[in-house]
């Protein structure tokens, strides 16, 4: 069983940062891709973007030049550097993985974190 895990959340000011942290554990082989999600309220869920091949994350237009994505192979994880935040940045985020296993069986499958909220002020 793998599980996904978000920390890293709160609140801060317009024009803050903040750093949110996804940790994977279980049965893992490889971590093929890792996304970044969130959510407003009474929003659909929207992508924020992507860490395929790693070292080169590729971004939403809502996250170009002030969102950094990273992953740390060796803790499978991946964070979401956040900063100029905007009140419209407010949100619930998650973070999402493409996960091969460990087996048998051997399975690949994608798996979600909890979410973390993230409340930005004016």
């Known amino acids: 069983q793998v599980q996904l895990v978000e920390s890293g959340g709160g609140l801060v000011q317009a024009g803050g940062s903040l750093r949110l942290s996804c940790a994977a554990s279980g049965s893992i082989h490889s971590i093929n891709v890792w996304n970044w999600y969130r959510q407003a309220p009474g929003g659909q869920r929207e992508l924020v973007g992507s860490d395929t091949y790693p070292g080169f994350p590729e971004y939403q237009d809502i996250a170009k030049g002030r969102f950094t994505i990273s992953r740390d192979n060796g803790n499978n994880a991946v964070y979401l550097e956040m900063n100029n935040l905007r009140p419209e940045d407010t949100a619930v985020y998650y973070c999402?993985?493409?996960?091969?296993?460990?087996?048998?069986?051997?399975?690949?499958?994608?798996?979600w974190g909890q979410g973390t909220r993230v409340t930005v002020s004016s």
């Open positions: 999402n993985a493409d996960i091969s296993s460990l087996g048998p069986p051997f399975s690949r499958r994608t798996y």
